[in-house]
């Protein structure tokens, strides 16, 4: 007999086996305790309810419970109710992978894990704790007030049309993007979108997707995932040498802010790039993941306003916003969208109603814009006391990358890396090396560390900035 019931919420499966009800009930509550699916300190149905739910007798229950309150795998107190005991049980399964002990094992071998770093500098991650949570939760309200009946049920595939009509106007008028709504998908993130275009290029028989020297290795990997092989270009002091590129299908850049590296694509080397799109019927991916975010100099616009019929641009909130809201936008050119429809609807037919709703009140009310400003103005005190610290500290360390975005370059001599990764951890530090970020096919030219310096407190900022120049050589 396979009964279920609903505790409070979370639903949970028993198998009654045994030789009768009582004993199967007991065994059957024993395993969940005992493979973790009763958590210690979960409280239990009443007799009554959990009898009406299985169909059995209300004293069969009450029993089982007593007999496993004897034996200590519940607890039962009055005003409190049935609860599973707080006791060591051994797991099983996934449970005891996780945090149990390897056979054999005792205390006194036991080697303590080694304790999370007291700041995170990893680059791309945003400060989580300015999230404008009340702003957001009043833009939520008047969203969910002003939602027609039908924004709750299956929606357009594209997004909710009242969160690409409000992208389309924004991007225009902050990312010089030639947007209509009707050209703007989307999707959950980043990632996301580009495992769709990966589809679609290897569906057009794309063999190759010219990359950047240096940027993420999730990026790459996914398009190899794909099928799609993924050379890299060349680049120097100004930049990717996008005059190199030759037969590839498509090219993954980062124009507006070079990631890691942190540079703006020169124009020759921007309309060289569309030039090759045009003459090779090829596709530029531009990631504008922190385009918003610059200090020492205009912003620099969109690539896909150079043409938005060779250029596909893709941004996301997780910078602006945070990783969380899962939220991200591609503008695709007319030729692209039937097509990218049809791979989306093979993933996830549409994102959530409710987040979209909300961000594209967020957007047209203008707290959007207040929030940028107000985290431009935060980011770059923050950059501008680290290029303080490191010319007081460490002055033969030169910083590049700074004019925009959320992280900074420091470049290191020759050798030295590894060992200052290294000493950085030791610094409470999580940070990055240079080298993580280099292509594969990439000779190894250069060394340095990859500093993000939104992510710690304000409180536990200076402590970061006096653990890193400890560090450095």
Avoid at 189 to 205: E, K, N, S, T, Y
Avoid at 251 to 257: E, F, Q, R, S, Y
Avoid at 383 to 402: C, F, K, N, T, Y
């Amino acid at each position: 007999m396979t009964e279920s019931w609903a505790t409070f919420g979370t639903d949970l499966h028993l198998d009654l086996g045994g030789a009768g009800l009582r004993s199967g009930l007991m065994n059957a509550l024993r395993e969940a305790v005992r493979t973790g699916r009763l958590a210690p300190g979960t409280r239990l149905p009443s007799s009554r309810t959990l009898a009406a739910d299985l169909g059995v007798a209300r004293n069969t229950v009450a029993d089982a419970y007593a007999e496993l309150v004897a034996e200590g795998w519940l607890t039962a107190r009055q005003g409190s109710g049935t609860r599973v005991a707080q006791r060591a049980v051994p797991l099983t399964g996934r449970r005891a992978a996780v945090g149990s002990r390897p056979p054999g094992a005792t205390r006194l071998t036991h080697t303590p894990a080694r304790r999370p770093p007291a700041h995170d500098l990893h680059p791309g991650t945003p400060d989580l704790g300015s999230f404008p949570r009340a702003a957001w939760l009043k833009a939520a309200r008047r969203a969910l007030n002003a939602a027609p009946n039908e924004a709750f049920g299956y929606n357009d595939p594209r997004g909710r049309i009242e969160l690409r009509t409000a992208l389309a106007d924004y991007l225009a008028r902050a990312r010089g993007v030639h947007a209509d709504p009707d050209r703007v998908v989307v999707c959950s993130g980043f990632v996301h979108g580009l495992r769709l275009l990966a589809r679609v290029l290897a569906d057009r028989r794309v063999r190759e997707v010219a990359v950047e020297s240096y940027g993420l290795d999730v990026h790459w990997e996914l398009l190899t995932g794909a099928g799609l092989r993924t050379p890299a270009l060349p680049y120097d002091e100004h930049g990717t040498r996008t005059g190199e590129l030759a037969r590839q299908g498509a090219l993954l850049i980062t124009p507006a802010h070079q990631f890691p590296l942190g540079g703006a694509l020169p124009p020759d080397r921007r309309a060289a790039a569309v030039d090759w799109a045009r003459a090779e019927g090829a596709l530029i991916l531009e990631d504008d993941y922190d385009g918003e975010f610059r200090y020492d100099r205009q912003a620099v616009g969109a690539l896909q306003g150079l043409d938005p019929e060779r250029v596909v641009y893709l941004g996301t909130a997780s910078k602006s916003l945070a990783p969380g809201v899962r939220l991200g936008w591609m503008v695709l050119p007319q030729g692209l969208i039937g097509e990218v429809l049809a791979a989306k609807g093979w993933s996830d037919w549409a994102g959530g109603a409710i987040d979209q709703l909300t961000l594209a009140e967020f957007i047209t009310s203008g707290a959007y814009d207040r929030h940028i400003r107000g985290r431009r103005l935060r980011y770059r005190r923050r950059r501008d006391q680290l290029v303080a610290a490191l010319a007081e500290r460490a002055p033969d360390i030169r910083v590049s990358g700074i004019a925009a975005g959320l992280h900074a370059v420091l470049d290191l001599p020759p050798g030295t890396e590894a060992s200052v990764v290294q000493a950085a951890s030791y610094q409470g530090l999580a940070v990055q090396g240079l080298s993580r970020f280099r292509h594969p096919a990439v000779p190894h030219d250069r060394e340095g560390l990859v500093v993000g310096y939104a992510t710690p407190t304000d409180s536990a900022w200076s402590g970061a900035l006096e653990a890193l120049c400890r560090a450095l050589p």
